[in-house]
């Protein structure tokens, strides 16, 4: 929190103790709900509650608390009260809240509920988290097609507090079925008398419920769409998944994809508040499985020891040689599986990609060849730096050449291609350029006496 | 493109040879501009430019082709009719296109156009790439606060064609000062004779037009926005940007912040078509710069020769260690580098983040430490293994705690904490590694006899 969120929460806990609500309101006046929701969650819940009942956007500020403080404050608040905010706030945050309650806390509140909100709340928490279903609210703006515009207009404006949104209207018939959505704008610019059907747009952009939340994303941005509206397998409209979410999907998708490069398993929630067994879960199975996978590149040193134990000058250049490997291939790998994810390169683009990484591989292997040669010649003889220079090309290659293919093969057989983790690379990476350099240095340096170190 | 659009395309081209337009129109019919411009951009540019004159929407269409084909398109058509196509694209748009001309394409362009479009494209070109400038668009609709209802919802109606949005109106005075906001929403739910000043809030999130273009999706996407308001320093309304803009700025940005965690610098533009000598500087800067840091774990290693030598095992496991103190860095890194990144932590929860990390590195320091040390135990012996253990605990503490600070650190001196990339921090960590492996080896096997591999 920043100074002034600090200063903000003191001022309402003095306010609040001393029944003070007129200095409280002043001090809240004007910010928006978000901010407000920052200040307020601080507070102990018993004081919070008492300044919340009394905002008129209380349960919007609610729905703004983390998702971890809202348990917490719904454990504290009286049960009544708790009853009320949560049927005001919106359907699929009201969703989400009840799906993090836990089944004490969810067989109270259920019976303070009224029936509709209970149905709405059955129906939307069935979906599995990470698809739209989980993503979707139920709060859409509906309209029938032989209506006017003057009517479509007026029931909108009936609509417009507890609709999500009414900037895109969807147009269902007696069955629900999606038939077009009109935008709040084509209504505004049209006659009056002009019928619903004919402004309509009947092609619609719709996605299914059980459609992976970030395809849904995809969606939204491609077609820049305000709303994306959610049908079931018989077209009928069952909730819509506005912009706002998509964001959040865009950015949490992202950060899903950068710990899998780093080898971290997804963790849903914030890395704040996670707990040390949530980390060393999410984290273990990789590394312990690298530890195994790195005895390839120990079993390759261990073929040629005879080469290292009367060439120890070669075990100074080991670290430095395999690295450039590994971090060539962990830049080529991650090049593709991000454009893999954004959809900016298909599986048919493979070979003209692989020709050209062939080539950009050579350019900086030699490169880094040349760098390292400079070592080698100083360190030991221009025979090692010889040794030095061929290996570094072929590591660097070959490791460009695994780096940009493994994301391709893993997507071939159906896995995730971000499964190709910048460790999983430098460890291939690692075995295969331990063998190629002592491979060539067993070549090169095999009729020569002990070089000195 | 998916076989679908290849048949569209064959289907477009056949019927424009043929002169037969009403059956390309037909094809086209239904489609969404983004889906017409992903067709089309595949036609030959003569082809092209003789469908896409044609058809009522064509700036909106050409605005969605592939910035580099706009390039060469706009290379193609007649003078007079990109003149008139770039006068009807979005204001955003047409000063993308145009940044990207070149200068004797511009002095082709600038005459034709109108003296409006050409200050328009003057403004907002100035503006340096990755800011708000860059970003927004000039298309915003403004209300006087004095209009009522009624007087404003006419004026909306007149200036939904040519404005990127109408759902959010902003409320200036005759210097152009921004006052308030008022969306369409709240004003066809008022009584038509109230004002837009009683309506409007006037505590307006807004932003500099040199604002980072992060900092402006931050923003869009904290409060929920359809679009944001940019002004001058004097408070001026000059442009505003859109929620679709900000989500493929998150897009963006987060795929930047992918690269730099393999070490490849900003690459502006697609990956599909980058050239080699691009894709060649992005990358060797880091490659190279590591192959010198690389050399600090040979020069560990050289200080340990004797140890070496007489104790080749060690050379065994000399890659699983230093690289498991990488893998674990690495993931520390990452996850502070993202979550700093999200504004999920702030600096000041350092202190609380590196005693949890320490917690969760001694719990997976001695799952790992378990592993290598069973592996040391068949290879070597019993002083093996524990070398191996005692060595493996300490790598990946040590390299969890550089790998969770360096992205602080760097933070602290107003640095890029995404400079802590994988690459470098398995460099540190390597170094680290080794140092302490072979230390904790000459410890303990110093006075041993050479022990047999």
């Not at 479509?152 to 009414?166: G, V």
Request: proline share 3%.
């Amino acid at each position: 929190m920043s100074r002034t969120e600090t200063d903000l929460v003191l001022v309402l806990s003095q306010a609040i103790e001393k029944n003070d609500f007129d200095n409280a309101f002043i001090a809240l006046k004007g910010l928006r709900p978000i901010d407000v929701a920052d200040a307020l969650e601080q507070l102990e819940p018993t004081l919070c509650w008492r300044l919340l009942e009394l905002l008129p956007n209380r349960a919007e500020i609610f729905s703004y608390f983390e998702p971890e403080e809202q348990v917490c404050f719904a454990r504290e608040f009286p049960r009544a009260s708790l009853a009320e905010l949560v049927s005001e706030m919106p359907a699929d945050e009201r969703t989400d809240l009840f799906k993090r309650l836990d089944p004490s806390q969810r067989a109270t509140l259920l019976p303070a509920l009224a029936e509709e909100d209970r149905a709405d709340i059955h129906k939307l928490s069935a979906y599995v988290e990470g698809t739209a279903g989980a993503l979707m609210t139920s709060d859409y703006a509906a309209l029938k097609q032989d209506m006017t515009v003057l009517q479509a207009m007026t029931y909108l404006r009936e609509e417009a507090p507890d609709a999500e949104t009414i900037y895109q209207a969807y147009v269902v018939d007696d069955q629900k079925c999606l038939l077009g959505v009109v935008s709040l704008r084509d209504l505004i610019i049209s006659d009056l008398d002009k019928s619903v059907k004919d402004l309509m747009t009947s092609d619609v952009v719709s996605a299914s419920a059980f459609d992976d939340q970030e395809d849904i994303a995809k969606k939204i941005a491609r077609y820049d769409l305000l709303a994306l509206p959610i049908v079931d397998k018989q077209g009928a409209l069952i909730g819509i998944v506005t912009y706002d979410d998509a964001m959040d999907v865009v950015s949490e998708e992202a950060t899903d994809d950068i710990h899998k490069s780093a080898g971290v398993s997804t963790i849903i929630g914030s890395i704040k508040g996670a707990s040390i067994g949530l980390l060393y879960r999410k984290r273990v199975f990789w590394l312990v499985l690298l530890v195994f996978g790195n005895l390839f590149s120990g079993a390759g040193i261990a073929h040629f020891e005879d080469i290292i134990a009367a060439n120890i000058v070669l075990v100074f250049f080991l670290p430095l040689l395999v690295d450039s490997g590994g971090n060539a291939g962990s830049q080529s790998a991650t090049l593709m599986v991000r454009a893999l994810a954004t959809g900016e390169v298909v599986m048919r683009d493979w070979l003209y990609l692989i020709g050209r990484e062939a080539l950009v591989a050579l350019a900086l292997g030699c490169t880094m060849a040349a760098a390292v040669s400079i070592l080698g010649y100083i360190r030991g003889d221009s025979t090692v730096a010889l040794v030095l220079a061929l290996s570094m090309v072929s590591i660097v290659m070959i490791g460009c050449m695994i780096g940009m293919s493994l994301p391709f093969i893993l997507s071939k057989f159906n896995l995730d291609p971000a499964s190709a983790s910048a460790p999983l690379i430098t460890s291939v990476c690692d075995a295969t350029g331990v063998v190629i350099y002592l491979f060539i240095a067993s070549l090169l340096l095999a009729d020569l006496s002990i070089v000195p170190v």
